[in-house]
């Protein structure tokens, strides 16, 4: 086995709209999802001689690596005993930070284990990502999504025109679960009703490949839930606002702060402009599958 490496893009939520509590413990919600060329790299070479099972090295990362489990569940699904393989995942997205790192990471070793093993099998490997979370389905094979459901329907959208978005990370972190649970405590769920009128608002608008949703839509239903959690974002949202972002917004659950530009030199101008803080924030556009080269899905 030669070693392989995949890019692993974060996504961008371009606004949330959160609906009721489910069954399942998930919330009902529709998201535009969006990858930017903010990516971790994925390389697998074999294990060294010796080890049993699969490894994964991931500065920065504690607990479990979902990108291993993404190999553990992909070999149960679908049997193939390959020799063991060595992940090493170099980290570029910030971890906890509502951008869908760690589901990257998995969606680019779900595509390792395709390639290593031959098995061409798209509506297993969804299902194998589904299982690992909710972000993960749209990482198997990044684009744009509308993301329905609790987030793991997807329907692909026209890739958009390129645009500018400065991604400014926070030195917190936040959980998820805590962040949607802030959300009822401060009932910020919509209807069923309103969630499904959004939804087709959304297809609508989006279905000529416009950069960015309506602006009405263009907002995160979560973001006075992690602002709750962590009230300094609200100062960050003016920072980035005051940087000439046409919108800014929580991304996802947070606590990373987006801001939407024309273009990506005024993401840049704007990225030099908040420069001081730390972590640094960075200017990046939309990522395009393509990058994955030909032949891929
Ligand atoms: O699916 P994932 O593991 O990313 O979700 C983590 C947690 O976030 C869920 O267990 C749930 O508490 C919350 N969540 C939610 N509604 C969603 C997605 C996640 O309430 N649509």
Same mark, same amino acid.
């Given at each position: 086995? %030669?070693?392989?490496? @995949?890019?692993? /893009?974060?996504?961008?939520?371009?606004?949330?709209?959160?609906?009721?509590?489910?069954?399942?413990?998930?919330?009902?919600?529709? %998201?535009?999802? *969006?990858?930017?060329?903010?990516?971790?790299?994925?390389?697998? #070479?074999?294990?060294?001689?010796?080890?049993? @099972?699969?490894?994964?090295?991931?500065?920065?990362?504690?607990?479990?690596?979902?990108?291993?489990?993404?190999?553990?569940?992909?070999?149960?699904?679908?049997? +193939?005993?390959?020799?063991?393989?060595?992940?090493?995942?170099?980290?570029?997205?910030?971890?906890?930070?509502?951008?869908?790192?760690?589901?990257?990471?998995?969606?680019?070793?779900?595509?390792?284990?395709?390639?290593?093993?031959?098995?061409?099998?798209?509506?297993?490997?969804?299902?194998?990502?589904?299982?690992?979370?909710?972000?993960?389905? $749209? *990482?198997? +094979?990044? %684009?744009?999504?509308?993301?329905?459901?609790?987030?793991?329907?997807?329907? $692909?959208?026209? @890739? /958009? !025109?390129?645009?500018?978005?400065?991604?400014?990370?926070?030195?917190?972190?936040?959980?998820? /679960?805590?962040?949607?649970?802030?959300?009822?405590?401060?009932?910020?769920?919509?209807?069923? $009703?309103?969630?499904?009128?959004?939804?087709?608002?959304?297809?609508?608008?989006?279905?000529?490949?416009?950069?960015?949703?309506?602006?009405?839509?263009?907002?995160? =239903?979560?973001?006075? #839930?992690?602002?709750?959690?962590?009230?300094?974002?609200? +100062?960050?949202?003016?920072?980035?606002?005051?940087?000439?972002?046409?919108?800014?917004?929580?991304?996802?659950?947070?606590?990373?702060?987006?801001?939407?530009?024309?273009?990506?030199?005024?993401?840049?101008? !704007? #990225? %030099?402009?908040? !420069?001081?803080? =730390?972590?640094?924030?960075? !200017?990046?556009?939309?990522?395009? /599958?393509?990058?994955?080269?030909?032949?891929?899905?």
């Amino acid at each position: 086995m %030669t070693a392989i490496t @995949e890019p692993a /893009p974060a996504k961008v939520n371009l606004g949330l709209t959160l609906g009721p509590l489910r069954e399942d413990g998930r919330h009902r919600l529709v %998201t535009v999802m *969006q990858p930017v060329g903010l990516c971790d790299r994925v390389s697998a #070479a074999p294990a060294p001689l010796g080890a049993g @099972e699969d490894e994964c090295l991931c500065e920065g990362v504690e607990g479990e690596n979902l990108a291993l489990a993404a190999l553990r569940d992909f070999r149960a699904a679908t049997g +193939w005993d390959g020799a063991p393989v060595r992940l090493e995942i170099e980290k570029k997205i910030p971890v906890a930070a509502g951008m869908a790192g760690g589901s990257a990471d998995a969606g680019a070793a779900l595509r390792i284990a395709e390639r290593l093993s031959g098995i061409e099998d798209d509506e297993l490997v969804d299902s194998v990502a589904a299982g690992l979370g909710s972000d993960v389905p $749209a *990482q198997v +094979w990044p %684009t744009r999504y509308l993301a329905t459901g609790a987030g793991d329907v997807l329907h $692909a959208l026209p @890739e /958009p !025109a390129p645009f500018g978005v400065l991604v400014v990370p926070s030195r917190h972190r936040l959980s998820t /679960p805590d962040v949607f649970r802030e959300a009822d405590r401060l009932g910020l769920a919509r209807s069923g $009703a309103e969630v499904e009128a959004r939804e087709a608002e959304l297809v609508g608008a989006l279905a000529a490949g416009a950069a960015f949703p309506p602006e009405d839509l263009m907002e995160n =239903d979560l973001e006075p #839930a992690a602002v709750s959690l962590l009230p300094e974002l609200e +100062w960050t949202l003016d920072e980035v606002r005051g940087a000439g972002a046409l919108r800014a917004f929580v991304c996802g659950s947070g606590p990373t702060v987006i801001g939407l530009f024309d273009v990506l030199g005024s993401a840049v101008a !704007a #990225a %030099t402009a908040l !420069a001081g803080r =730390d972590p640094r924030p960075v !200017a990046v556009e939309p990522w395009y /599958p393509s990058a994955l080269g030909p032949g891929r899905r």
